[in-house]
């Protein structure tokens, strides 16, 4: 999978994607991540990305022509099955939306920053606007990190148990069941007995009925 990302501060995004899972995966080959600096297509000899908004409005907005000619760049190279804008204002990410991402061949990313982007730039070219939550973060870059962290670890071959993917919490709806490690007990604090039965249809009941009533608990939302 192929995931290209457009902000005009790469920098916020090298961390995130240059560790641990993402990381492994880019050098598997299964994953081709690319930051791409929206500062090379801006306009002038200041590489000027954005402008006054229209109308009096405080705060800059990122203009068209950069935006537009990094996309025309990119998309010459390839077709992509999204165009992805990361956006307070957009549809809330969700586990099952990185299920249906995650299945694609290319996606590409536009990072939104300052007041945000000139409206056309929506209209001409985003055919996905995402949210990770209801809170107004500085720019688009740590929500693009997000969702492609999400998306990423979902990608056959990135995880090293391909299973572990498919337990998480959410992916049958539940959160996940309690989960312990050695030593069995801890200053009294004792492992349930069944998990250390051997015995796996009873260790699957338990655990399902522990998912069932932790989701009841914390997330009764899930469960309607
Ligand atoms: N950009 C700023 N805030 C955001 C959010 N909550 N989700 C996605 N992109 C954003």
Redesign the pocket.
Known sequence: MRIDIITVLPGLLQGPLNESILKRGSQKGVLDINVIDLREYGLGKHKQVDDEAYGGKAGMVMMIEPIANCIGVLQKERTYDEVI????D?KR?DQKTANTLSLKENLLIL??HYKGIDERIREAFITME???????????E???AV?TDAICRLVPGVLNDETSALSDSFQDGLLSPPIYTRPAEFEGMIVPEVLRSGNFKAIEDWEHEQALKRTEDRRPDLLD
Do not use: H, K, R
Request: hydrophobic fraction near 45%; charge should be negative.
């Open positions: 804008y990361m956006t307070p957009g990410f990072c939104g995402i949210s990770i939550g209801d809170y107004v973060l500085t720019g688009g740590l929500a693009a969702v």
